[in-house]
């Protein structure tokens, strides 16, 4: 919750773009990686970001046909790999976890790879080549 809180605490951040600090993107995405590093990938990669999607995902189980609904029970689909960070404040495992248990109706393959001590950033910290070995890996024995 303490994650997204810089979107919710403005009922009007659902139309506008919204920029975290240095400090709120250190805890929702650089939490495991040093302060010094959370700071260079802050100068690097942070943009304002739509506040909508997060108002939509926060109502998708109140709402009928909501722009976020999954068709988890889909067989037709690729393959999914859910990547879970140990660590991560803004998707916590236990949430990639769950969303693992969603697809459980599906014949399609899916499965979980989890980094226990990998934070949010896992995709763009020092640590992001073991992430990327860890997807081609699981991608070739798919035979994909």
């Not at 506008?16 to 929702?28: G, P």
């Not at 990686?33 to 998708?60: C, H, M, N, S």
Request: proline share 7%.
């Amino acid at each position: 919750m303490r994650s997204t809180l810089p979107v919710f605490r403005n009922p009007a951040n659902k139309h506008r773009a919204v920029s975290l600090t240095l400090d709120q993107f250190t805890y929702a995405f650089g939490n495991a990686i040093p302060a010094q590093e959370a700071a260079e990938l802050y100068d690097r990669w942070t943009i304002p970001a739509p506040g909508k999607p997060l108002f939509e995902a926060a109502v998708a189980n109140f709402s009928l046909h909501s722009p976020a609904e999954v068709a988890t029970g889909n067989d037709t689909r690729g393959p999914l790999l859910l990547i879970a960070g140990g660590k991560d404040h803004t998707v916590p495992e236990t949430v990639t976890e769950a969303t693992l248990k969603q697809y459980r109706g599906s014949a399609a393959v899916t499965e979980i790879q989890r980094f226990p001590d990998r934070g949010h950033s896992l995709t763009i910290d020092h640590g992001w080549r073991e992430v990327a070995e860890a997807c081609l890996t699981w991608l070739a024995g798919k035979d994909l």
